[in-house]
């Protein structure tokens, strides 16, 4: 009996720096992305598995429009954004989607912003559907940075009325090298307002 990659990422376990760099190559490749990588700007639309299906922008469960700095995740639920702070002075500047044409490079939970230049990627953001583990959805995130960041996400479906946890918020200082993000527990009320 063979075991699926995903099958043996579930038995990775958080034991330092190496299980990171391993975890995050197979994140890569999970995404369809390899050592031959092509940038942004030259990925070739006929190949699925290098650039999925895009992730609905909308739908009657979530109210994200996907933009080139808004990124739409689980079916337009959940809309992320990123502004980027090159240092104290600066003026925040919005990150963009990755983009092969006019498609997103990702998977229905994850997906790629870049700050600065289309051809370098800068960040790898997920927002995982765990409703069978812990009733969560949970919000994980690596960069490659040292600049400073705000991310936020959105949970599109939930009141705007303060009564659930619908809007969280991230945030990086320039400067340092960016830490990665583990929030398993970021939207604690998202399974109850589940269609699933």
């Known amino acids: 009996m063979s075991k699926s990659i995903g099958d043996s990422l579930r038995l990775i376990r958080n034991d330092g720096p190496l299980v990171a760099v391993v975890a995050g190559v197979a994140g890569l490749l ?16 006929a190949d699925d598995a290098v650039v999925p299906e895009a992730v609905p ?14 990124m739409c995740l689980q079916e337009g639920r959940y809309e992320v954004t990123v502004q980027v ?69 959105r949970d599109t479906t939930l009141p705007a009325d303060g009564s659930v946890v619908h809007v ?5 200082e320039p400067g340092r090298p960016a830490p990665a993000l583990t929030d398993a527990a970021a939207f604690p009320d998202s399974c109850a307002s589940s269609s699933a």
Not at 30 to 45: C, I, K, N, P, S
Not at 62 to 70: H, I, L, N, T
Request: charged share 20%; hydrophobic share 40%; with cysteine.
């Open 168 to 172: 969280k918020k991230y945030t990086k």
């Open 85 to 153: 702070l090159v240092n104290a002075d600066a003026t925040p500047q919005p990150a963009k989607v990755v983009r092969g044409g006019s498609r997103p490079i990702g998977t229905r939970e994850s997906g790629l912003f870049y700050f600065f230049d289309p051809s370098n990627w800068e960040m790898l953001l997920k927002v995982l559907d765990a409703c069978g583990v812990n009733q969560h959805n949970w919000v994980y995130a690596a960069a490659a940075t040292d600049v400073g960041y705000t991310i936020t996400v």
């Open 57 to 70: 922008a909308a739908s009657e469960h979530g109210g994200c429009v996907e933009s080139a700095s808004v």
């Open 30 to 45: 999970l995404l369809g992305l390899h050592g031959g990588a092509a940038f942004a700007d030259e990925v070739d639309a």
